[in-house]
């Protein structure tokens, strides 16, 4: 209940008694091959933000993209070369480290490999081929073979 806003600038704020501030929010500087996952409060919309410095705005909050178990443990192992890796030995070794859910999921695709993802949105797939970079968009998922 109430309205939601944000004074925005280098400025001094006194808020009045009747107000209560219920979240200071800093600038998210991103570099070109980093990103963030906003959503729309209003609207439920999620995009995703690249390469720039983003404030979230009052009708915004960032937004924590759900993963595979599978798909953690495969971003978690230390080389990212993926080719031939047995993962019943990658299990139980690779410890998932803490990864923060908010910032946009990019792999290197390494040298004569590719990567396959599927988006949910739009029903289609698409295969990036290596040397890449791959970023998940909000609808996008990994597909892991097993063969």
Excluded at 55 to 66: A, H, I
Excluded at 88 to 99: G, H, L, Q, W
């Amino acid at each position: 209940p109430g309205d939601r806003w944000t004074v925005v600038g280098p400025c001094e704020y006194v808020p009045p008694v009747e107000l209560e501030i219920v979240k200071r929010y800093k600038a998210i500087p991103l570099d070109e091959t980093e990103g963030i996952y906003v959503r729309n409060i209003k609207s439920g919309a999620i995009e995703m933000v690249i390469g720039r410095t983003y404030l979230l705005g009052p009708d915004e909050e960032l937004w924590e993209k759900p993963l595979s178990e599978d798909v953690e443990t495969l971003l978690a192992t230390a080389s990212n070369d993926t080719k031939g890796l047995d993962m019943s030995k990658v299990k139980a070794d690779a410890r998932p480290t803490a990864r923060d859910k908010t910032r946009v999921v990019s792999v290197r695709t390494p040298h004569n490999s590719a990567i396959q993802v599927y988006d949910f949105r739009k029903k289609t797939s698409r295969v990036v081929w290596g040397p890449g970079l791959v970023m998940l968009g909000p609808d996008e998922q990994f597909t892991i073979l097993t063969l």
